[in-house]
């Protein structure tokens, strides 16, 4: 099993999708951190819809998928790059239950942001109903926000994750009753095809009687893009009088990842750099 994106157009029809299939990503992202089952199954989702939904925007930058919640589970991120690199993290407080979503997270909330490489970052925030699922609440989303139909299926298990996605296309020419068609065909798909069967021969099941052009698979993987340089943006947004009350109690300020466990050490050397307009350059030690 490999990591696959791969985009689809119906030639008569004014609907696109995509379908993904997560394997090396996904278990690089359970690496990093000793998740709750639950949790597993969330990342997962997330990994693959945060994927599709990258899939369907033309622009360079990152799209960022969070979800806040006052429950057990606190915070969920997953983001995707233009470049099809995906990364993750979680927080939570005790046992995490089996329980629904809504449940999890207590009052929460789920946002999406796109921050480009050039120009403003766009954020849209999106309330959710008890017994909600993640794909409910994303076609909710992109309803709402970006006023497209879509419908998605989302599954994941033990290490893999996978995901499909059709989409309506705003001003489309072709079949008028195609976007129904396409749903219903797409509706027929279960958690263990979409997870376990070749992407191309998911596709031949699903819509063998369409028209469908299928186009080069693109590869997703796991990249963080934390560096030393964000980290020291970071401890700049905290202020110095509250960095320097660290450096006063510590001696030095060490800084983890969340994402990939990477480890950032400054020494007061470092932060005076950093104050001063400087930045930290490669002066302080860095622990690997």
């Given at each position: 099993?490999?990591?696959?994106l791969?985009?689809?157009?119906?030639?008569d029809?004014?609907?696109?999708?995509?379908?993904?299939?997560?394997?090396?990503?996904?278990?690089?992202?359970?690496?990093?951190?000793?998740y709750p089952?639950?949790l597993?199954?969330?990342?997962?989702?997330?990994?693959?819809?945060?994927?599709l939904?990258?899939?369907?925007?033309?622009?360079?930058?990152?799209?960022i998928?969070?979800?806040?919640?006052t429950?057990?589970?606190?915070?969920?991120?997953?983001?995707?790059?233009?470049?099809?690199?995906?990364?993750?993290?979680?927080?939570w407080?005790?046992?995490?239950?089996?329980?629904?979503?809504?449940?999890?997270?207590?009052?929460?909330?789920f946002?999406?942001?796109?921050?480009?490489?050039?120009?403003?970052?766009?954020?849209?925030?999106?309330?959710?109903e008890?017994?909600q699922?993640?794909?409910?609440?994303?076609?909710?989303?992109?309803?709402?926000?970006?006023?497209?139909?879509?419908?998605?299926?989302?599954?994941?298990?033990?290490?893999?994750?996978?995901?499909?996605l059709?989409?309506?296309?705003?001003?489309?020419?072709?079949?008028?009753?195609?976007?129904?068609?396409?749903?219903?065909?797409?509706?027929?798909?279960t958690?263990?095809e979409?997870l376990?069967?070749?992407?191309?021969?998911?596709?031949?099941?699903?819509?063998?009687?369409?028209?469908?052009?299928?186009?080069?698979?693109?590869?997703?993987?796991?990249?963080?893009?934390?560096?030393?340089?964000?980290?020291?943006?970071?401890?700049?947004?905290?202020?110095?009088?509250?960095?320097?009350?660290?450096?006063?109690?510590?001696?030095?300020?060490?800084?983890?990842?969340?994402?990939c466990?990477?480890?950032?050490?400054?020494?007061?050397?470092?932060?005076?750099?950093?104050?001063?307009?400087?930045?930290?350059?490669s002066?302080?030690?860095?622990?690997?």
């Amino acid at each position: 099993m490999t990591d696959t994106l791969e985009r689809f157009l119906f030639d008569d029809a004014p609907v696109r999708g995509e379908i993904v299939q997560l394997d090396a990503t996904f278990k690089e992202v359970l690496a990093r951190q000793d998740y709750p089952p639950v949790l597993r199954t969330l990342i997962g989702e997330l990994l693959a819809a945060a994927t599709l939904l990258s899939a369907t925007l033309k622009f360079d930058g990152t799209l960022i998928m969070q979800l806040h919640g006052t429950g057990a589970v606190k915070l969920i991120v997953v983001e995707c790059t233009s470049e099809t690199t995906l990364r993750a993290t979680a927080r939570w407080e005790g046992e995490v239950p089996d329980v629904s979503l809504a449940e999890l997270l207590g009052r929460g909330r789920f946002a999406i942001t796109l921050e480009p490489t050039d120009g403003e970052t766009y954020q849209g925030i999106v309330g959710f109903e008890p017994g909600q699922s993640v794909a409910e609440i994303i076609e909710h989303y992109m309803e709402r926000s970006e006023q497209l139909e879509t419908r998605l299926w989302l599954s994941s298990r033990g290490e893999r994750a996978a995901g499909l996605l059709v989409q309506k296309m705003p001003a489309g020419l072709g079949d008028p009753d195609a976007w129904e068609r396409v749903q219903k065909l797409s509706e027929t798909i279960t958690a263990d095809e979409l997870l376990d069967l070749p992407v191309r021969e998911t596709l031949y099941r699903l819509f063998h009687q369409e028209q469908v052009r299928v186009f080069d698979p693109v590869a997703p993987r796991f990249a963080c893009t934390c560096s030393r340089e964000r980290v020291g943006s970071m401890l700049k947004m905290v202020g110095q009088h509250e960095v320097d009350q660290v450096l006063a109690e510590k001696g030095e300020i060490d800084v983890t990842c969340e994402f990939c466990g990477k480890p950032y050490h400054f020494d007061p050397v470092d932060v005076a750099q950093l104050f001063s307009g400087h930045g930290t350059g490669s002066a302080g030690p860095q622990v690997h």
